[in-house]
């Protein structure tokens, strides 16, 4: 049986990863954390599932780390480079999964292949108006992946005001009242447009990726991050 404690369990992700956990065979929460919560409360878990602010996620990071337990991050504002700059040791388990769906997973992969032949790229993002980060980590991952699979410089337009720049390719953020999470990657090139998008209808959407992590996150070694690498396309 694999003890579990989620730290931000009450908020609207982690009540739903709380759901989840409970659904599985295997699995056990020993621990939920809010905001009023004392970190010392998840250390006696195997794996610690971390659906907190960003501004909270550091401080749960370390101290999972410091304990040798696992930890599964689907707090959102990470990215390679800043997991890359805590400069964790070799022993750590860490998983970081930007979003748990599985066809945003896909949109993502496929627009990696697309930027190995078009590299001009652009994305817009759009979230709920709750949603306090920007860019988002969907699209800090997708623009990392981009710039990965990129064979030559692209030749991008100068930014519009507003933009972020990540890994070199313009991101767009925009907050809507109504919206779960949307994604379109456009890319621009000879004498053509492609454009991928992924848009989330359900947060129900969710479940399947993150009973997928969380399986993954029980037994990985060393630092992993995307879902891509978890369900074994990268």
Not at 102 to 122: D, E, F, K, L, Q
Not at 189 to 207: A, F, K, M, Q, W
Request: cysteine-free; glycine content about 8%; hydrophobic content about 45%.
């Amino acid at each position: 049986m694999t003890t579990v404690a989620v730290v931000g369990a009450t908020g609207r992700f982690g009540a739903q990863v709380v759901r989840v956990v409970e659904a599985m065979d295997g699995f056990e929460i020993i621990a939920r954390l809010n905001s009023q919560s004392d970190l010392a409360e998840m250390d006696g878990a195997d794996l610690v599932i971390d659906a907190s602010r960003h501004d909270v996620s550091n401080a749960v990071l370390d101290r999972a780390v410091s304990n040798g337990q696992r930890i599964l991050i689907g707090t959102s504002g990470w990215s390679a480079a800043a997991l890359e700059a805590k400069n964790l040791p070799a022993t750590a388990n860490v998983v970081v999964i930007p979003n748990f769906s599985i066809g945003s997973m896909v949109a993502t992969h496929v627009s990696a292949i697309v930027a190995r032949y078009i590299p001009n790229a652009r994305i817009d993002e759009t979230h709920h108006v709750s949603k306090v980060d920007a860019p988002s980590g969907t699209s800090t991952h997708t623009a990392e992946a981009i710039a990965a699979a990129r064979a030559e410089t692209p030749n991008q337009p100068a930014a519009t005001p507003g933009d972020h720049i990540v890994a070199g390719v313009p991101i767009t953020s925009h907050r809507l009242p109504d919206a779960i999470a949307e994604q379109l990657v456009t890319f621009e090139g000879n004498g053509e447009t492609v454009t991928i998008l992924h848009e989330t209808l359900s947060r129900d959407s969710y479940d399947s990726g993150i009973a997928a992590a969380i399986r993954f996150a029980a037994t990985s070694a060393g630092i992993t991050v995307g879902l891509d690498r978890v369900m074994g396309i990268q």
